[in-house]
Structure formats: C-alpha cells, structure tokens
C-alpha cells in the first residue's frame, strides 16, 4: 500500500513540484535555526583584562544598542581594555555573563554574574589567602537579599538584609546586623555596608 502511494506521488509533474517545494522549505528551516543559533553564541564575547595587580574574566555583549538604562542604577561596560561604570548610561559594550577576578598568584579574588551591565544573582569576594571573605546578592544593579562579612578565618561575622538597594531597618530606627551567633542592634550611623567593584 504504502509503495503504491509513494510510486504515485513520484509519477506526476505536480508531485514532483511539491515534493521540490517541500524539500527547499526545509532546508531554508534548518539554515534559519543554524543561523539563530550562531547569532546567539556571537552575542556574547569573553574577554581578558591584565590590571598590574590583578586579572580580570568577563564576558560582554557585542549588541547593547536597545539596552534601556535606568538613571538610579550602575552600569558596567567595557572600553579602552578597561571595566568602567556609569550611573544612569554606558558608553562601550555591556558587561553580560560570569565575572572573575584573579590576584597574580591565579588565586579567585571575586566572582559574580551581570545582565546587560547590571550586577545580579550572588557575588562573592575572597582575601588573598582564598578565604571568602563577603556575599552579596543582587537583583538588577541593587542590592537585594543578604550581605554576609566573614573573619580572616572565613567565620561569618555579620550579616545584613537588603531589599531594592536599601538596608532594612526596624520600626525602632535601629539598623537589624548579625553578629556571630547572637543578633545584636546598633544604630545606622555605626555600620555601613560596602561594595567592592573588583
């Protein structure tokens, strides 16, 4: 039965019409989906950079021009063989991937992830000796979760809670820090956070 068929299909001229039709369609199909695929992989570049103290691993977009930007919010980009930040804008090709920060000794000193220029997801920070030393977590470019300090012997010492950038602070106006493993107060103006950009 199904040997009638394909001998009647390969028999006439219109057959044959549909059958190239059908072919060429595919074959456009399968280049469009390579295409795709290429175009995504060239989206992204890695990159190197070699600072007189450190070396830096990131990857960049190589198309950023549709990007909105968000003025409250900093943006890391890459130009002139160098990571720079703006508040507000970019003027380069956006940091987009994983980022690794090594010391001269090969040793991870930071490591994190971006999303057109914008800090997101855990960021971890290491001493020279490699003992992590702070956590942060991020949500588009602010700090948004829990900051973590650590001792030169990697014991959490501290730990603070952000949400949208901005330190919670209970109703009492006294700013909520972990200390070891007791919770202990104090007021804004004796504890501020830092971020580090390497």
């Known amino acids: 039965m199904h040997d009638l068929f394909i001998k009647n299909l390969n028999t006439g001229p219109m057959s044959k019409f549909i059958l190239s039709?059908?072919?060429?369609?595919?074959?456009?199909?399968?280049?469009?989906?390579?295409?795709?695929?290429?175009?995504?992989q060239q989206q992204v570049r890695d990159i190197m950079i070699s600072y007189k103290d450190?070396?830096?691993?990131?990857?960049?977009?190589?198309?950023?021009?549709?990007?909105?930007?968000?003025?409250?919010?900093?943006?890391?980009?890459?130009?002139?063989?160098?990571?720079?930040?703006?508040?507000?804008?970019?003027?380069?090709?956006?940091?987009n991937g994983e980022y690794k920060v090594y010391n001269l000794s090969r040793k991870l000193i930071s490591q994190g992830f971006f999303e057109h220029g914008l800090k997101t997801g855990t960021w971890k920070y290491w001493n020279a000796k490699g003992v992590l030393k702070q956590t942060m977590e991020y949500r588009e470019g602010l700090l948004n979760g829990e900051l973590a300090l650590y001792d030169a012997q990697?014991?959490?010492?501290?730990?603070?809670?952000?949400?949208?950038?901005?330190?919670?602070?209970?109703?009492?106006?006294?700013?909520?820090?972990?200390?070891?493993?007791?919770?202990?107060?104090?007021?804004?103006?004796?504890?501020?956070?830092?971020?580090?950009?390497?």
């Open 54 to 95: 450190s070396i830096v691993k990131a990857q960049i977009l190589l198309i950023s021009e549709n990007i909105k930007t968000s003025d409250n919010l900093t943006y890391y980009w890459y130009g002139n063989d160098e990571i720079n930040t703006n508040m507000g804008g970019y003027t380069g090709a956006l940091l």
């Open 21 to 40: 039709i059908t072919l060429f369609i595919g074959i456009s199909s399968i280049n469009d989906i390579s295409a795709q695929s290429v175009d995504w």
């Open 154 to 198: 990697g014991t959490q010492t501290e730990k603070r809670t952000y949400k949208n950038g901005i330190l919670q602070i209970e109703s009492t106006g006294k700013l909520k820090i972990w200390k070891g493993n007791n919770k202990n107060q104090e007021t804004i103006k004796d504890s501020v956070a830092t971020d580090f950009v390497k």
